[in-house]
């Protein structure tokens, strides 16, 4: 459903493709639909579900108003009953989409009769655990006339939506929520089924996903609802779903009518207004037949502060499949955001950096032309000569895009920290903890921890490094855990939704704190730092298991909760990325450096992390 991008190709892809297998739910039965003696009005195709009651069934002579066309993507158009031809019920939406799979011959204002099949369309396959969205296929459209005033625009707003979010599943259905009647004044998703298809508008509202490379952004129309400090929508918990986010994208294709650009904290002014659909990219969503205009805000990418002479400052960074393939502006950028942003930390984890030919699946696995190249910008930048180290993975065993060989890299600066080179081990070579001097040190460093763990299948493997600041050392393991892939969206049918992909990243945290208990059993008082993209919140079950017994504490959570977030996702401003400490390192400085997942421009999708502390 997007236009001018390689997605809205893969849309239409999908949609071909569940038309012929059968993914239009019910389609099976359509020929031995009858069709209906009585009028058939659209809230009785919608039903009082979010399954229509008519599902399968052939519909003659449904009546409605055009009241949106989509021209690209999933092509089609939404009409809705007259405001003099509705029901008296909320549950029953009075608009649905009427899905044509060529370029629509109807005008927005047209008076239409359809007849078809009445299905319901999963966006993603049923295995996605989206809802399904309900539709007629297979249209036969008879324009009555034209010009006609639209139905009034249902209002989308703070006294509208309601403040649960959803209804607990049917454990009899598996935990879905598909049989249950709708309660659109007690759920928010039941509110937003309820105008599935159908006219809606929001007012002025503020902007808590940037505009990103689909033309699309999210809106709150709840300002007050867990309110990040810099303008965004904090997902705090499980629970803090945040029921006023709404994904916002607009009918007109993109080459005839530009989107927007807007970042986080900016306000979409005035009524945007068109019908509500629903789509795999992030469930409810107006697309806009009015489109409001965006009022930029003054958010700015931050700069956090630079370390004192006596503190060592360590920081990770997500820089997003770094490869000497990409052009030298995103080096340049990176390195800028390094030097002016992170104020060069002495140590630096990087996650993603690709092997030197990138994406190429030729079994190339160095990534020294990645770094030289990265390290030199850091340099042109103003920046320290860092040196690094890594190890090397296996081809294609790591994860990630096939032949890219993403890994962790330490950069470090050697005028203020020196790297302990012990036996450095190789790709399928475990680390372990021994004494030096009465301190723990590692048996390989750099080294991999536990890396024939079955938790690592197709996973980056944690690098560690010892390091020594001022004659002390300090242990740094630096993680990119599993990632969300397959876990099923907010407003999944499941409710709760399944999040598969935790129980692999649970094992991971479990193989890294076992490896940080053996170290504090070798040095109760050992400085210890685990860090990276740990791909889960930090009130999670992975962040639980990281931190069991005390062995680390998650440095995020000594922030504000309004400022407890490094990624956007869908409107929710949420944690990835993390810095967990030992409990000798008692004191420090948090800082998670807000100068991408903010802002439609990003050099990542992810904010940088620095810690500052003395040890």
Same mark, same amino acid.
Do not use: C
């Given at each position: 459903?997007?236009?001018?991008?390689?997605?809205?190709?893969?849309?239409?892809?999908?949609?071909?493709?569940?038309?012929?297998?059968?993914?239009?739910?019910?389609?099976?039965?359509?020929?031995?639909?009858?069709?209906?003696?009585?009028?058939?009005?659209?809230?009785?195709?919608?039903?009082?579900?979010?399954?229509?009651?008519?599902?399968?069934?052939?519909?003659?002579?449904?009546?409605?108003?055009?009241?949106?066309?989509?021209?690209?993507?999933?092509?089609?158009?939404?009409?809705?009953?007259?405001?003099?031809?509705?029901?008296?019920?909320?549950?029953?939406?009075?608009?649905?989409?009427?899905?044509?799979?060529?370029?629509?011959?109807?005008?927005?204002?047209?008076?239409?009769?359809?007849?078809?099949?009445?299905?319901?369309?999963?966006?993603?396959?049923?295995?996605?655990?989206?809802?399904?969205?309900?539709?007629?296929?297979?249209?036969?459209?008879?324009?009555?006339?034209?010009?006609?005033?639209?139905?009034?625009?249902?209002?989308?707003?703070?006294?509208?939506?309601?403040?649960?979010?959803?209804?607990?599943?049917?454990?009899?259905?598996?935990?879905?929520?598909?049989?249950?009647?709708?309660?659109?004044?007690?759920?928010?998703?039941?509110?937003?089924?309820?105008?599935?298809?159908?006219?809606?508008?929001?007012?002025?509202?503020?902007?808590?996903?940037?505009?990103?490379?689909?033309?699309?952004?999210?809106?709150?129309?709840?300002?007050?609802?867990?309110?990040?400090?810099?303008?965004?929508?904090?997902?705090?918990?499980?629970?803090?779903?945040?029921?006023?986010?709404?994904?916002?994208?607009?009918?007109?294709?993109?080459?005839?009518?530009?989107?927007?650009?807007?970042?986080?904290?900016?306000?979409?002014?005035?009524?945007?207004?068109?019908?509500?659909?629903?789509?795999?990219?992030?469930?409810?969503?107006?697309? &806009?037949?009015?489109? !409001?205009? *965006?009022? %930029?805000?003054?958010?700015?990418?931050?700069? =956090?502060? #630079?370390? $004192? @002479?006596?503190?060592?400052?360590?920081?990770?960074?997500?820089?997003?499949?770094?490869?000497?393939?990409?052009?030298?502006?995103?080096?340049?950028?990176?390195?800028?955001?390094?030097?002016?942003?992170?104020?060069?930390?002495?140590?630096?984890?990087?996650?993603?950096?690709?092997?030197?030919?990138? &994406?190429?699946?030729? !079994?190339? *696995?160095? %990534?020294?032309?990645?770094?030289?190249?990265? =390290?030199? #910008?850091? $340099? @042109?930048?103003?920046?320290?000569?860092?040196?690094?180290?890594?190890?090397?993975?296996?081809?294609?065993?790591?994860?990630?895009?096939?032949?890219?060989?993403?890994?962790?890299?330490?950069?470090?600066?050697?005028?203020?920290?020196?790297?302990?080179?012990?036996?450095?081990?190789?790709?399928?070579? &475990?680390?372990?903890?021994?004494? *030096?001097?009465?301190?723990?040190?590692?048996?390989?460093?750099?080294?991999?921890?536990?890396?024939?763990?079955?938790?690592?299948?197709?996973?980056?493997?944690?690098?560690?490094?010892?390091?020594?600041?001022?004659?002390?050392?300090?242990?740094?393991?630096?993680?990119?855990?599993?990632?969300?892939?397959?876990?099923?969206?907010?407003?999944?049918?499941?409710?709760?939704?399944?999040?598969?992909?935790?129980?692999?990243?649970?094992?991971?945290?479990?193989?890294?704190?076992?490896?940080?208990?053996?170290?504090?059993?070798?040095?109760?008082?050992?400085?210890?730092?685990?860090?990276?993209?740990?791909?889960?919140?930090?009130?999670?079950?992975?962040?639980?298991?990281?931190?069991?017994?005390?062995?680390?504490?998650?440095?995020?959570?000594?922030?504000?909760?309004?400022?407890?977030?490094?990624?956007?996702?869908?409107?929710?401003?949420?944690?990835?990325?993390?810095?967990?400490?030992?409990?000798?390192?008692?004191?420090?400085?948090?800082?998670?450096?807000?100068?991408?997942?903010?802002?439609?421009?990003?050099?990542?999708?992810?904010?940088?992390?620095?810690?500052?502390?003395?040890?």
């Amino acid at each position: 459903m997007r236009s001018s991008h390689p997605r809205s190709a893969a849309v239409a892809a999908l949609v071909a493709t569940a038309l012929a297998t059968g993914l239009l739910v019910g389609t099976a039965d359509a020929a031995e639909g009858a069709v209906s003696a009585d009028p058939i009005r659209i809230h009785d195709i919608q039903g009082t579900t979010r399954i229509s009651p008519l599902n399968g069934k052939a519909v003659a002579d449904v009546e409605g108003i055009v009241t949106g066309v989509r021209t690209y993507g999933s092509r089609g158009f939404w009409i809705q009953s007259a405001d003099d031809a509705t029901d008296d019920d909320a549950a029953t939406s009075e608009g649905v989409f009427v899905f044509t799979g060529s370029v629509p011959t109807v005008a927005v204002g047209d008076a239409v009769k359809v007849s078809g099949t009445v299905g319901e369309y999963v966006p993603g396959g049923v295995n996605s655990g989206n809802q399904s969205a309900t539709q007629i296929s297979k249209p036969t459209v008879t324009v009555v006339s034209s010009g006609n005033a639209l139905p009034r625009a249902t209002a989308i707003n703070e006294y509208t939506v309601p403040a649960e979010y959803a209804p607990a599943g049917d454990t009899a259905a598996g935990g879905s929520i598909n049989g249950l009647a709708l309660e659109p004044s007690r759920f928010a998703l039941d509110f937003y089924e309820s105008l599935e298809g159908m006219n809606v508008k929001i007012g002025t509202s503020r902007v808590v996903g940037a505009t990103d490379p689909y033309s699309e952004l999210w809106v709150t129309v709840k300002g007050w609802e867990n309110a990040a400090k810099r303008g965004g929508t904090v997902y705090g918990s499980y629970e803090s779903q945040n029921t006023g986010r709404l994904q916002i994208q607009q009918l007109a294709p993109v080459t005839q009518q530009p989107f927007p650009v807007a970042n986080v904290g900016d306000k979409l002014t005035g009524t945007t207004e068109g019908p509500l659909d629903f789509n795999q990219f992030g469930g409810y969503t107006l697309v &806009a037949r009015t489109l !409001g205009t *965006v009022k %930029a805000g003054t958010l700015a990418p931050e700069k =956090t502060k #630079a370390q $004192a @002479a006596n503190e060592l400052a360590v920081a990770t960074y997500n820089v997003e499949n770094l490869d000497p393939t990409d052009p030298q502006e995103k080096f340049d950028a990176l390195a800028k955001a390094v030097v002016e942003n992170l104020a060069s930390p002495d140590i630096l984890a990087l996650e993603e950096i690709q092997d030197d030919n990138g &994406a190429k699946n030729d !079994g190339v *696995v160095s %990534a020294e032309q990645t770094l030289t190249k990265f =390290t030199a #910008a850091i $340099a @042109a930048a103003g920046g320290p000569a860092y040196q690094w180290r890594t190890i090397d993975p296996e081809n294609n065993k790591d994860g990630g895009e096939p032949g890219g060989n993403i890994r962790q890299v330490f950069l470090f600066n050697p005028a203020r920290v020196s790297f302990t080179e012990r036996a450095p081990g190789d790709a399928v070579t &475990a680390t372990g903890v021994t004494t *030096v001097n009465g301190k723990a040190a590692l048996t390989r460093s750099p080294g991999r921890v536990d890396p024939a763990n079955p938790a690592w299948a197709d996973s980056r493997k944690p690098l560690a490094g010892e390091f020594s600041f001022k004659g002390k050392p300090v242990i740094v393991i630096a993680n990119h855990f599993g990632s969300k892939g397959g876990d099923e969206g907010l407003t999944s049918h499941h409710q709760p939704p399944v999040r598969s992909s935790e129980a692999k990243r649970l094992l991971q945290a479990q193989a890294v704190n076992g490896f940080v208990k053996d170290v504090l059993a070798a040095q109760k008082n050992a400085n210890v730092l685990v860090l990276g993209d740990i791909n889960d919140f930090e009130f999670s079950a992975t962040t639980d298991a990281l931190a069991d017994g005390g062995a680390l504490y998650p440095a995020i959570k000594s922030l504000p909760k309004a400022e407890r977030y490094s990624y956007v996702y869908q409107g929710n401003a949420q944690v990835l990325d993390q810095i967990l400490t030992s409990p000798a390192i008692k004191t420090f400085t948090y800082d998670s450096v807000h100068i991408n997942a903010e802002f439609a421009a990003q050099n990542s999708d992810h904010d940088p992390q620095v810690l500052r502390f003395r040890p």
